[in-house]
């Protein structure tokens, strides 16, 4: 991440769900009042929450001041660290195991407990066995439809 000069990251309380609608109104105000901010951010995974970078706290409490969806501003900067982690997306794959309880997210099988008998990479591609089903069921699914519920104990060699 390539830092301007004297730029922080700034947290804004806002209206769950209304994250957008507010970046929007920044960013306009931002064009048209010419205030320095270098960036709205809004992550999916916190809502409630937008993220200005500017150069210091009160030019964040200018820019968000009267809109409507801003709750307060959060006291403090906000570590790059903090908010890397989000940033940063990571192949679902990478952290499956074989023996992992997951549940299907996605498909005819949605919200089904499994689980994972193989794991293939190359093509993204997991194979379970349900844990719900009357019999011992095989499925492949994508590895993307899967959220890991609990990891295998068993160490796989």
Do not use: C, W
């Not at 949605?110 to 089903?133: F, Q, Y």
């Not at 069921?137 to 590895?143: C, N």
């Amino acid at each position: 991440m390539s830092e301007l000069p004297f730029s922080r990251v700034f947290a804004v309380k806002t209206t769950g769900g209304q994250e957008k609608t507010v970046a929007e109104f920044i960013q306009t105000r931002v064009k048209t009042k010419g205030k320095p901010v270098y960036s709205v951010l809004v992550l999916d995974a916190l809502k409630g929450y937008v993220f200005l970078e500017a150069s210091n706290a009160q030019v964040v409490s200018d820019t968000t001041a009267g809109f409507k969806h801003v709750k307060s501003q959060i006291p403090g900067i906000v570590q790059h660290q903090d908010i890397e982690k989000f940033l940063i997306t990571k192949s679902i794959i990478a952290e499956l195991g074989i023996g992992d309880t997951v549940e299907i997210t996605a498909g005819p099988f949605k919200g089904m407990r499994a689980k994972i008998n193989r794991i293939e990479p190359a093509r993204s591609e997991a194979t379970v066995i349900l844990l719900e089903a009357t019999y011992q069921l095989p499925v492949t699914v994508d590895a993307n439809f899967l959220k890991i519920v609990e990891k295998s104990r068993v160490a796989v060699a």
